[in-house]
């Protein structure tokens, strides 16, 4: 367990031929030249080339660092926000600590931001939901947020899979059952996006995010003497699922089913109970169409999406058909069917078969099945299947009903927002999701 706060290096771009910015107050190189105002970045053969303001280049093999001075930030242009979901879109951001530009083999640059733990966490709280949320929840957050985080950076790194493509959780034949982690990304630690935590500079901290933080240092969720991996996903959709169902096979006991509400509510267990749970509309917290509360606490681009609690898609089946067959690589002919096989206890899918005239094919887990049915992310497996048909029988239509915007596991943004305006305490919020967990000071 970490006894003094550690820095964080964050993946602001990768894969950039160019990288576009601005120095706002001096920044120091390591042979102490000093650089401030617009400046461009580009690889070649290995090395990054700077060109400042002042028409003055430096260049540097592999990595330059540049030391924030007093005061001092940086801005990046076309920093990509939402990466391959429904939301993504490009903004001009700026970030506190001192920037790495790195060079890369195949001619591109990585920007990242390396700044301390406690100064990054006032802007993924801020990032990841309005800074105008109830204190408790924000305070929640940070305690949350810092104990993912320093989970992650306490345990063994993961290398990334070679193909991109998930991690295979020992597939048959015919399955294609992937899930995928906290991977080692290449020169930083997280990324700044929806894949590990969103983290969008410094534009969007308020007064009160950093009260959240600061009045809960170095305080993080432990169960048995570690710091939880402590996940998260914007609405459970009434419950919460079991974090065995989304990645790999070993059950974590604070990451488990809860009723996301006052009330109990029984796992789903069979198709049936599936349909009626994501037909109706329980009392959970997160099922809330209040504007104004809504408005308080997501950011405007989460507002975009106004159906979270319940939802609907409605594909052609040749429109869908054509998505499977960009996203797994096969032509299914004519799809006949979808048929659910096996699911978890908050009605998310674990197991999907795929039936066509051509193909058939078994898909898992969680994001895997979102990923293979929309053009971006389903917001959930937690659908239902129906549609039309024509004379013959021949589908002609595939409607999916669902509930929840995430994958589920952890804690439930929407509703621990609205848990912390009715009244209740950071701690308690916490606790309700994380059972059996612990707050620590860790340092």
């Given at each position: ?416 927002a609205v848990m912390a305006a009715r009244g209740a305490r950071g ?10 967990a612990a707050l620590r000071r860790c340092y």
């Open positions: 367990m970490m006894t003094e706060e550690p820095k964080i290096r964050v993946g602001i771009l990768t894969g950039r031929r160019q990288v576009r910015g601005g120095f706002n107050g001096p920044f120091r190189l390591e042979n102490g030249a000093s650089v401030d105002g617009p400046f461009s970045a580009h690889a070649e053969g290995g090395r990054i080339t700077i060109m400042d303001s002042r028409g003055r280049s430096f260049a540097g093999a592999g990595t330059i660092r540049f030391a924030r001075g007093e005061s001092s930030s940086f801005t990046l242009f076309g920093v990509r926000i939402g990466i391959r979901f429904h939301w993504e879109r490009e903004q001009e951001q700026t970030f506190q600590g001192d920037l790495m530009l790195m060079a890369r083999g195949d001619g591109a640059v990585t920007a990242v931001n390396e700044l301390p733990l406690e100064s990054y966490l006032e802007s993924v709280i801020a990032s990841e939901m309005s800074a105008s949320a109830p204190p408790e929840f924000l305070r929640a957050h940070a305690i949350m947020s810092r104990s993912w985080v320093a989970s992650m950076l306490e345990r063994p790194r993961e290398p990334a899979p070679a193909t991109g493509a998930g991690r295979p959780d020992h597939p048959q034949p015919g399955e294609r059952i992937a899930w995928y982690g906290r991977e080692e990304h290449d020169g930083f630690d997280v990324c700044a996006d929806d894949h590990c935590q969103r983290y969008q500079g410094v534009g969007v901290v308020s007064r009160a995010v950093r009260d959240a933080v600061r009045s809960s240092r170095g305080i993080c969720l432990t169960y048995g003497g570690e710091i939880c991996d402590a996940r998260y996903h914007k609405s459970c959709g009434g419950l919460t699922e079991n974090f065995e169902n989304v990645w790999e096979e070993t059950p974590v006991p604070y990451l488990c089913s809860v009723s996301d509400s006052t009330r109990f509510f029984p796992a789903v267990r069979n198709e049936e109970e599936a349909r009626q749970w994501i037909c109706g509309s329980p009392e959970a917290h997160c099922n809330t169409s209040d504007a104004g509360l809504l408005r308080q606490i997501l950011p405007a681009f989460d507002r975009e999406t106004a159906d979270f609690f319940r939802w609907k898609t409605v594909y052609a089946r040749e429109e869908l058909e054509e998505i499977l067959r960009e996203k797994t690589g096969l032509d299914f002919g004519v799809l006949q069917r979808l048929t659910p096989l096996e699911r978890g206890p908050s009605g998310r899918i674990v197991r999907l078969e795929i039936q066509g005239s051509k193909e058939r094919l078994v898909v898992g887990k969680e994001l895997e099945i979102r990923r293979c049915l929309s053009r971006s992310h389903l917001y959930s497996s937690a659908f239902i299947v129906s549609g039309d048909c024509d004379p013959s029988g021949q589908p002609v239509q595939f409607v999916l009903e669902g509930a929840g915007w995430g994958h589920g596991v952890g804690l439930c943004q929407i509703g621990a701690e308690d919020i916490l606790k309700h999701y994380f059972r059996g």
